[in-house]
DNA sequence: CAGGATCCTGGGCGATACTG
DNA sequence: CAGTATCGCCCAGGATCCTG
């Protein structure tokens, strides 16, 4: 990685979300989905937080949103070609993620050093 | 990746904060540094944030603290066997994160949506 | 030299109410 | 149905001063 790592950071700032790597999971999994189908798959978040990652995944032209227009109103949400790109990042994080906890319970890993 | 994508919340939890991967940057090119050595790396950092999140690396053991019992005190860091497993995911994150810069300033980039 | 102790601020996140 | 609009909490992160 380069030495200031810039490119970490702009990673950080597309996907440190609290919800953002589950409403790309519940897209990934589904195709598209609606708001209120979103809503649903994701008990506890609230509709502010829901619509602001949502807002902040479609400005990184992670997501799209198709409005149509009717009434009552329908939006569709589905990952970008680009936003694909990101899912095997979002793999390797959950991987990383769920060994590490193993690491870090199993008592035969603890290292005993002198002072 | 899981459903409740529980092990990327795990990984962002270890790290997402601020300096922490230009910490590991510099402790996986220099093999240890001393406290003073990584603050003189780190432009910008403050002591205290250096500290805890050194502590923060130290109890997810992706990080060793060695202190030398004398005077003037002295203390070195270096990363563990287990924190090395996390630079390809730092090296991946990093790579991405700079080709995302690249494609979302590419103009041609845009898709037109009719609504 | 390598921190500890305090105080402070911005913003991520949540709860609630309202709307085209 | 798919959002806006407010209000308020919490805490990561910063600034500053102090110490074994």
Redesign the pocket.
């Known amino acids: 990685m380069g030495k200031k790592c810039t490119g970490v950071e702009k990673t950080l700032a597309v996907v440190?979300?609290?919800?953002t790597s589950m409403i790309l999971y519940h897209l990934y999994t589904n195709e598209k989905l609606?708001?209120?189908?979103l809503?649903r798959a994701l008990p506890?978040?609230?509709?502010?937080?829901l619509?602001s990652?949502?807002?902040e995944l479609e400005k990184h032209r992670i997501i799209e949103?198709k409005?149509y227009p009717q009434v009552?109103?329908?939006?569709?949400?589905c990952i970008t070609d680009h936003g694909k790109t990101l899912l095997p990042l979002l793999e390797q994080m959950d991987e990383w993620g769920d060994a590490h906890a193993q690491q870090t319970l199993d008592p035969s890993a603890s290292t005993i050093h002198s002072i």
């Open positions: 440190s979300g609290k919800w609606r708001f209120g189908e809503r506890g978040i609230t509709q502010k937080m619509t990652d949502l807002r949103r409005v009552p109103p329908k939006v569709e949400y």
